[in-house]
């Protein structure tokens, strides 16, 4: 799992802090 990956992209997209990282990615 690539929490640093996860959390650049939902960053950069404006989306609210992470829980997970790969399962709120996938939420998207």
Do not use: H, Q
Request: with cysteine; proline share 4%; aromatic share 4%.
């Amino acid at each position: 799992i690539n929490d640093t990956g996860a959390l650049l992209l939902e960053t950069e997209a404006g989306i609210t802090p992470y829980i997970g990282g790969e399962i709120s990615l996938r939420g998207c």
